[in-house]
């Protein structure tokens, strides 16, 4: 079976570590990075199987950063999922509204978590 790439854009430490230690428990490859900038770059260069994108970054943040994928005829198949702090029902139309194919509010449920996560791995990419 070949192994799927997630690539994880999240700037900070201590959700970076728990969203790596749980996708490697399911020998996920994950690719990180800190910022929109470099996951874009990455993004573009690897053409990930899923990004997990924090909409709370330096910079560019994930709204635009979500738009920029969706809008790139190479990466507009990967699905997104948003995981965020923000947890307002306006914060989850934004990202859907932004081309995000989920949302997770951190904290979250570790579980729930690998079940979206093996949602959109499992599913035939939409071209």
């Known amino acids: 079976m070949e192994t799927k790439t997630i690539l994880v854009i999240e700037d900070n430490e201590f959700n970076m570590k728990l969203l790596r230690t749980l996708l490697q428990l399911e020998s996920y490859e ?44 190479d990466l507009r198949h990967v699905p997104v999922v948003a995981v965020t702090a923000y947890a307002l029902e306006a914060d989850e139309q934004k990202a859907f509204q932004a081309g995000c194919n989920a949302y997770l509010s951190k904290p979250f449920d570790t579980q729930q978590f690998m079940e979206v996560v093996q949602k959109y791995l499992e599913a035939e990419p939409v071209f």
């Open 30 to 73: 994950v690719v990180e990075a800190k910022n929109a900038e470099k996951g874009l770059f990455q993004a573009k260069d690897l053409i990930p199987d899923l990004i997990l994108m924090d909409m709370q970054l330096p910079g560019i943040d994930g709204y635009q950063a979500t738009r920029m994928i969706k809008n790139d005829p």
